[in-house]
């Protein structure tokens, strides 16, 4: 009530004034104004530098070559070689490893130029010593990760598994840069002789222990330093490491053996002879090869000599990441 009267009062006091009197408006719904986007409103004092507009400067670019200009006394083509910038020969020139890279890649190229040219067996191609990491991080001095290289080696392997009668000159030139100074072949021993008495001489050694051998057509007579075999060893299994090339091959009854041995223990002495045996057999028959590496008479490790002899010896199997 009295906002009421209030309000007519006030009303009246217009008209005695004579003020213009306002019509009356349609009222406003009373709802709160929500912006629709909301505006971050800075309460800082604007600094000059940013009410000044400050037109950015315009791009300018290099002035274009001009290859038909002439440069001082120089002319034509003097000038021209002058501007022209040198190109690198390899793709790879300003990588982290710019060598290695490179004969990578040409050598995947190569094997991609000849890779429907028939190949043999790894096991009947020619043996090549590649050479060790080491070697080929000091030949391109770069520090190149070992199992990079090895991917490398693989593919110089494929290589090399190309038959030999097709191999190509450029394969053959290119695998020349990765083999070692010395290759297997390379040394080759003398080739054993009979003398005029029928004997073959074999060396053998193990440990600090040396024999000499020479092995004769016989009824299988076998001495030791001038002693019997069983009077120089009396152990049955160093007898049987003595003359175990002949009884691996069935030729104990066929020769007879004189045995030279010095230095080291009683059964070093024994495995040198295994050795000088079968070298100085091997003269008499050279096609016992295969049989006397299958009985590891040819190797200088003792332990596969006793494996074969114990019957229990398993045929080596290729690591599963070595792909043919």
Not at 10 to 16: T, V
Not at 26 to 37: G, K, L, S
Not at 89 to 109: E, Q, R, V
Not at 181 to 204: L, M, N
């Amino acid at each position: 009530m009295a906002r009421g009267e209030l309000s007519r009062g006030l009303r009246r006091a217009i008209d005695s004034l004579g003020l213009p009197r306002c019509e009356r408006s349609i009222p406003v719904p009373r709802t709160i104004f929500r912006p629709t986007t909301a505006r971050c409103l800075s309460t800082s004092i604007s600094k000059h530098a940013e009410l000044v507009s400050e037109t950015p400067e315009k791009f300018t670019a290099a002035p274009p070559i001009d290859f038909d200009k002439q440069d001082g006394k120089e002319r034509g083509k003097k000038a021209l070689l002058r501007t022209l910038r040198v190109i690198p020969a390899s793709p790879s020139y300003f990588s982290a490893k710019p060598t290695f890279t490179g004969d990578f890649i040409n050598l995947s190229a190569l094997l991609r130029k000849v890779a429907t040219l028939p190949t043999i067996p790894a096991a009947e191609a020619p043996k090549v010593a590649w050479k060790t990491i080491d070697q080929y991080r000091i030949m391109v001095n770069e520090p190149v990760k070992t199992q990079r290289y090895h991917k490398m080696v693989h593919i110089l392997r494929r290589l090399n598994c190309i038959h030999p009668s097709l191999m190509p000159e450029e394969v053959t030139q290119a695998m020349l840069r990765y083999k070692k100074a010395s290759q297997p072949g390379d040394v080759k021993p003398k080739p054993g002789v009979i003398d005029e008495w029928g004997r073959a001489k074999g060396v053998g050694r193990r440990k600090t222990s040396s024999a000499v051998a020479w092995v004769v057509e016989g009824e299988g007579g076998v001495l030791i330093n001038g002693k019997s075999l069983s009077n120089f060893f009396p152990r049955l299994h160093d007898r049987e490491s003595a003359v175990w090339a002949l009884k691996a091959t069935q030729r104990l009854d066929k020769y007879n053996v004189w045995g030279l041995v010095t230095g080291g223990g009683v059964t070093g002495q024994a495995e040198a002879l295994t050795l000088a045996v079968a070298k100085a057999l091997l003269v008499h028959e050279p096609a016992l090869k295969p049989a006397l590496r299958r009985a590891g008479c040819v190797t200088r490790d003792p332990r596969k000599v006793e494996r074969k002899k114990a019957g229990h010896v398993k045929a080596r199997k290729m690591p599963t990441w070595v792909k043919r």
